[in-house]
């Protein structure tokens, strides 16, 4: 799922549309890739570090080829295709589907790993999107069932052997996660990793916290509606707005219900979450979105280290008990 998150630290554009942040040091570097279908920014502060940059997507990279449900080699197409037999698969693979079903439990669903037949039904990029036919959207949803997903040691099987697994949804928040963590080890204490607005600040600034401006909704790219100061931490948005479209005065978007098969209808436009890890972020910000307002909000607060900010289709900012506190923050508008 495309998160978009603008962040603000004296602006530059990058290309696709993205704005990234920067500092006042001429020392700042700055690398840009292509990975799972999103632009992937890393931005260093010190050049000393500049070869690591490559090391980063050379992780990327890595990662595409286990958690790609498009390429027929990877880890999950192996998974997807077996047939129910149990497959073989890498330690981080293994790794990440154990965080996507962990997710999709406390959600109750809300979120689910299994939702490959069905995402695979809903095309947001094409020129002229449809709504798929309900009786291909039914099919799809008689294969949808975390709990159809077994792992053993090393090796994950299919109970149903329909059942598709996507990663979309979490993997991005792990890959910047593996990035950071690469990145500590080999001494840098200064950095952004923007993957597909899945930003995550390494450390803190020297000038200070990193300030993040979260997109405005449906809003021109590089609105921001509020600006947060964060310091070794992610913020990942899931918003209604990322991807959508409208027919016959309906929207419809990416963020679907695995229970209906359709775009989730409960008032919300986006989730902020920001927390330690990105794959948590990922996580959280669409089971939250899942949970509806009252739901969602009542589980962040009974989380630590973790605060949220929802939107309501009214355009009404509802935040956690932490904001302004432990994370500050401004509204812009």
């Not at 890959?175 to 803190?204: F, H, P, R, S, W």
């Not at 991807?243 to 989730?264: E, M, Q, V, W």
């Not at 009404?316 to 432990?326: R, T």
Request: charged content about 20%; aromatic content about 10%.
């Amino acid at each position: 799922m495309k998160k978009l998150i603008y962040f603000f630290i004296n602006i530059f554009l990058l290309s696709f549309g993205f704005l990234a942040g920067c500092g006042t040091s001429p020392e700042k570097i700055s690398k840009s890739g292509f990975y799972f279908d999103t632009v992937i920014t890393v931005t260093l502060y010190d050049k000393e570090y500049e070869p690591h940059l490559e090391d980063c997507f050379k992780l990327a990279d890595t990662y595409e080829q286990y958690f790609s449900a498009t390429r027929k080699d990877s880890d999950v197409s192996k998974i997807n295709t077996a047939g129910g037999k149990p497959v073989q698969v890498h330690e981080e693979t293994m790794e990440l589907i154990q965080k996507g079903l962990y997710y999709s439990q406390v959600s109750g669903g809300g979120f689910d790993i299994t939702v490959g037949n069905l995402t695979s039904l809903w095309d947001f990029s094409q020129e002229n999107p449809a709504v798929p036919k309900d009786s291909d959207i039914q099919n799809a949803l008689a294969s949808i069932d975390y709990r159809n997903v077994e792992v053993s040691g090393n090796t994950v099987s299919l109970t149903n052997p329909q059942t598709h697994i996507d990663l979309g949804g979490i993997a991005k928040g792990y890959i910047a996660d593996k990035m950071k963590e690469y990145l500590i080890e080999q001494g840098v204490t200064e950095g952004i990793i923007n993957l597909g607005g899945n930003v995550l600040c390494l450390g803190e600034k020297t000038d200070g916290a990193y300030r993040i401006g979260v997109q405005k909704p449906f809003e021109p790219e590089g609105t921001a509606l509020f600006a947060l100061n964060v310091a070794d931490k992610t913020v990942v948005t899931s918003g209604v707005y990322e991807r959508c479209f409208t027919l016959k005065d309906k929207l419809y978007h990416h963020i679907l219900n695995p229970a209906s098969g359709y775009p989730y209808d409960n008032h919300l436009v986006s989730v902020t979450i920001i927390c330690k890890n990105s794959v948590d972020g990922d996580g959280l910000s669409t089971a939250c979105f899942s949970m509806g307002l009252e739901k969602g909000m009542e589980f962040i607060e009974n989380l630590s280290d973790t605060e949220a900010v929802f939107i309501t289709e009214d355009n009404e900012l509802h935040f956690s008990s932490g904001m302004g506190k432990i994370v500050p923050y401004e509204i812009l508008e």
